[in-house]
């Protein structure tokens, strides 16, 4: 082992590549003299590295019809990478392939907001994935890489510290125990914690030994080199001495020293305990130590007493814990040796390499952490897995009789992904030197979607006619206007209205019925006027109920329509009411006579009518009044004989009177007036 001369690493992290490149290559030269030149190393990278995020991932799937595995793929690996983003961002950056992805576990699965066993082959509104994903900063491992390319070495295996530890020191029969163990090194200290047979957890504290060095150095005036030498003789020396940088000689127990340091062994052991409550948020059953900073003193007891375990539930181990262990050699049995046995137990058993892949043409190196996929690649080239497969395309709304309708889009298509030419997916497992090709799925285009697809929701108005069942269609307006064409492609926002016949007389109108109830009308003329007379009588019934052509009908009706011929009015009844002739009643002489009056000269084309004169199409009639009385005194002489009047001796002139009142041949009477007509002598003769 050789220490740094400088203090070119600090909290686990590269702060001087050529200064640790130098170490690197005496350890080289150091080996190759013993076992013969060297070409590769394994490594492990320090836990402060290591970052956990656990991220969930929503999608709407409304639009697709069951989920396939490389759908479910897709969000878990893009939830993978929206943790690559929020790391990315916390560390005020955006590109989210500085980070390598040491691997991700899937902790629930949700189909509409109900934690569901697997999404493959579901339907539903919504999908959800639960991840935890762990990440290595590519920074850490290329300063690693370069450090070692300077040293003209190749790294073979890549590992992470906590790890490398906790396969040696807890195997996999032991991880039911929830134990926490914690590799206290120079720059950090490295916290693992085991439950349920699996590693729940890692974190990292930044403190550990050069904490407790620089405590030193400050407590009595030492250069960092002589506090580190202090600090290594603190566990098996009992008296140590010591030359500060002023020259005054020291010879001091370790008591002594360390209760000049006991606080900064107390915020080690604070910042340790906070870490183990934080990662597995109670005591654990029992903690294991290793790591040089291990040996610090009072470590154990103080970090028994915070987390209130027992002393002996607290421990120190050395390599004589790791199992299977068949060669140990005394120099190599402390704490500070189970990290680099595990890192070379890993180097065998969990082994870290390179594979070198070309995407698109373009050649990608990815550590082979696990076992790798297509979908691994494409999150470390950075692909915006959200976008891989194409979107459905937009959606446009159609408003149907007043209410709207939202019709998706078509869907996009998916991904086309092989691998060495043959069919692959994401979830396709990769070698070293395969040839990758992606073609990113092309978003869908709006719907296609014409008046007809709606025309079988729609159906048809069925009624029955005279006893015949007849299917209606309903007539169509797009925007207003009136369209026959029923395979016209809609557009975004477009109203449709689909109106069916609401009347008897629309349902003959659409049914081409209508010659049925068709009156045939006589059209005439009175006065100038044109007037048309139904020649037919139109009876209508629905459901056997009296009806007319403007009642209402709904689905199913049944419509009877019956038709008769009507009788031709006479003409006198077509005229005004004022015209038509009528009949007085008058008294002559004490007797009731009854005349007729006829109050206008009505003609049909041009000549005279006849009383009982009917109508004829085309007819023109013509009824003219007079103001004048349509009776006059001497209309009686129709209904009495003069000669009836008896004409006493002597007389020779004829009395008019009408009621009462002196009058003559051409005075106008009315109903009601009383006649008088009588010979003139000094007495009336009666009439006989």
Not at 30 to 41: A, F, I, M, Y
Not at 162 to 188: C, E, F
Request: proline residues 5%; negative net charge; aromatic residues 6%.
């Amino acid at each position: 082992m050789i220490e740094h001369k400088e203090r070119s690493m600090l909290d686990g992290q590269i702060h001087d590549v050529i200064e640790v490149s130098r170490v690197i290559q005496q350890v080289k030269d150091r080996l190759s003299e013993r076992n013969g030149p060297l070409k590769e190393v394994a490594v492990a990278a320090a836990g402060r590295s290591l970052k956990t995020k656990r991220v969930t991932f929503d999608q709407f799937i409304g639009d697709r019809f069951t989920l396939t595995r490389d759908d479910v793929l897709a969000m878990e690996l893009a939830a993978v990478q929206e943790a690559q983003l929020l790391l990315a961002k916390e560390q005020k950056g955006s590109d989210f392939s500085h980070y390598y992805c040491v691997g991700y576990s899937t902790v629930n699965y949700y189909l509409d907001d109900d934690m569901i066993g697997n999404l493959v082959h579901q339907r539903g509104n919504s999908a959800r994935v639960d991840v935890i994903a762990t990440f290595l900063p590519r920074v850490v491992v290329d300063s690693l890489i370069t450090a070692l390319q300077l040293a003209e070495l190749e790294m073979s295996t890549l590992t992470l510290e906590p790890i490398a530890a906790i396969h040696v020191l807890i195997p996999s029969t032991m991880r039911k125990l929830n134990i926490a163990l914690v590799d206290i090194g120079a720059g950090t200290s490295d916290v693992a914690i085991t439950a349920e047979g699996t590693i729940t957890a890692y974190g990292m504290v930044p403190y550990a030994g050069d904490e407790i060095t620089e405590a030193l150095s400050e407590a009595f005036i030492l250069d960092f080199p002589d506090a580190e030498e202090v600090k290594r003789k603190l566990a098996h020396t009992e008296t140590i001495s010591f030359t500060d940088i002023l020259g005054m000689d020291y010879s001091l127990s370790p008591r002594d020293i360390v209760s000049s340091i006991e606080s900064n062994i107390d915020e080690l052991s604070k910042g340790i305990c906070q870490k183990i409550l934080e990662l597995n948020a109670k005591a654990p059953q029992a903690v294991m130590l290793i790591g040089g900073g291990s040996l610090t003193p009072m470590l154990p007891e103080k970090l028994a007493t915070l987390l209130g375990l027992p002393p002996a539930r607290v421990a120190v181990r050395n390599t004589e814990a790791i199992k299977n262990l068949t060669d140990t050699l005394p120099h190599l049995d402390g704490p500070e040796y189970v990290t680099p046995i595990g890192i070379a137990v890993a180097a065998h058993q969990h082994p870290v390499r390179y594979v070198s892949v070309t995407v698109n043409g373009e050649m990608v190196r990815l550590f082979d952490l696990k076992p790798l996929t297509i979908g691994d690649v494409l999150l470390h080239l950075g692909f915006d897995l959200k976008r891989l497969n194409g979107r459905p395309g937009l959606a446009i709304s159609i408003t149907v009789n007043g209410k709207v309708r939202f019709i998706p889009g078509r869907h996009g298509s998916s991904a086309k992904l092989t691998r060495n030419h043959e069919q692959a997916h994401l979830d396709t497992f990769i070698q070293d030197q395969d040839k990758i090709q992606i073609e990113m799925g092309q978003d869908g285009d709006p719907p296609e979607i014409r008046i007809q697809n709606f025309m079988e929701e729609i159906g048809t108005l069925d009624v029955y006619l005279d006893g015949e069942l007849v299917s209606l269609m309903p007539d169509i307006e797009l925007n207003g206007q009136v369209v026959t064409d029923c395979s016209r492609v809609l557009e975004d926002r477009d109203g449709l209205h689909f109106a069916f016949p609401q009347t008897v007389q629309e349902v003959l109108t659409k049914a081409n019925q209508l010659n049925i109830v068709d009156s045939k009308p006589w059209i005439y003329s009175l006065n100038g006027v044109e007037h048309t007379w139904e020649s037919r009588e139109i009876g209508c019934y629905i459901n056997h109920q009296p009806a007319s052509l403007h009642s209402r009908i709904k689905q199913g009706d049944r419509i009877w329509i019956q038709c008769e011929e009507k009788e031709t009015p006479f003409i006198t009844t077509l005229i005004p009411k004022d015209a038509q002739p009528r009949e007085i009643e008058v008294n002559l002489n004490g007797k009731q006579i009854t005349l007729s009056c006829n109050p206008a000269m009505i003609k049909v084309n041009g000549q005279p009518v006849h009383v009982e004169q009917r109508l004829q199409p085309n007819d023109k009639i013509s009824a003219i009044t007079s103001e004048q009385s349509c009776v006059i005194f001497s209309d009686i002489f129709r209904f009495i004989d003069t000669q009836e009047i008896p004409k006493p001796d002597g007389a020779t002139e004829l009395v008019i009177r009408v009621n009462e009142v002196p009058a003559s041949y051409q005075t106008a009477i009315r109903h009601g007036d009383s006649l008088e007509l009588y010979w003139d002598c000094n007495k009336r003769a009666p009439l006989s």
